[in-house]
C-alpha cells in the first residue's frame, strides 16, 4: 500500500490504533501520578489536583480516545488535553534540558522524560483536525490553564526541580506565555479548521 497523506491519516484515526494509543497514554498516566507520589505526600489535599501537570493532561487525553473509540466526541477534555498536553510537554522537556545545562547531567530517567513529554505535545498538535470543540470550550481550558499557573506560582505548588529553585520566578514568568502560546493555539486551530474541505 502506497505511504500516502490519507493512509496515514486513516492509520491514525482506525479503532484498533487508537486502542494502543489510550493504552499507552493509561499506563504513562499512571506512571505520572506515581512519579509526582513523593510531592503529593507533602501537599495539602486542596492542591493535590493541580500537582501532577502532565499526567492530568494525558488523562484528559485517554477521555478523548475513549469517546472517539466510541465514535462520539468530547469536545471540553479535547482542548483540554491540547493545551495542556502541549504545554506541560514542552514545559517539562525545557525544565530537563535547564537541569541539564545546570548540571551536566539528567540520567537516563530524564532523557526518557525528554522524550515522552515530547510525544505528549506531538500527539496533541497531530489530531488538530479531528477536534471538534469550539471556542467557549477555550474559554474554559483557558480558566483551568491559567488558575493552574496561580496555584502552582502563587501558592508554590510547582512540580519541584529542587536545582532549578533559584529560578522559580523566571520560570513561571515563562510558564505564564507558554500557556498564552497553547490557548492561542487552541483558538487558531479552530479558525484553521473552519477552512478545512468539508
Known amino acids: 500500500m502506497q505511504l500516502t497523506r490519507a493512509n496515514i491519516w486513516y492509520l491514525l484515526t482506525h479503532r484498533s490504533f487508537l486502542i494502543v494509543l489510550l493504552i499507552v497514554n493509561f499506563l504513562g498516566t499512571l506512571y505520572g501520578y506515581y512519579w509526582y507520589g513523593w510531592q503529593l ?18 488523562l484528559f487525553f485517554c477521555f478523548v480516545l475513549v469517546a472517539w473509540i466510541l465514535g462520539k466526541s468530547w469536545p471540553l477534555m479535547e482542548v483540554l488535553a491540547l493545551v ?30 525528554v522524550g515522552s513529554h515530547f510525544a505528549m505535545a506531538a500527539q496533541a498538535v497531530i489530531y488538530l483536525s479531528k477536534y471538534t470543540f469550539k471556542l467557549w470550550h477555550v474559554g474554559v481550558a483557558a480558566v483551568w490553564t491559567l488558575h493552574n499557573d496561580v496555584i502552582d506560582y502563587v501558592f508554590g505548588q510547582m512540580p519541584m526541580y529542587r536545582v532549578l529553585a533559584d529560578y522559580t520566578n523566571y520560570i513561571g514568568y515563562f510558564t505564564f506565555w507558554l500557556s498564552i ?13 473552519n477552512h478545512l474541505p468539508k
Open 84 to 113: 495542556t498536553l502541549v504545554k506541560y510537554g514542552l514545559w517539562a522537556d525545557v525544565m530537563n534540558i535547564l537541569t541539564l545545562i545546570e548540571t551536566g547531567s539528567i540520567g537516563w530517567q530524564g532523557w526518557m522524560l
Open 41 to 58: 505526600a507533602i501537599t495539602e489535599p486542596i492542591f493535590y489536583i493541580f500537582v501532577p501537570d502532565s499526567p492530568t493532561a494525558s
Open 181 to 193: 502560546i497553547c490557548i492561542s493555539l487552541a483558538i487558531f486551530s479552530i479558525k484553521w479548521r
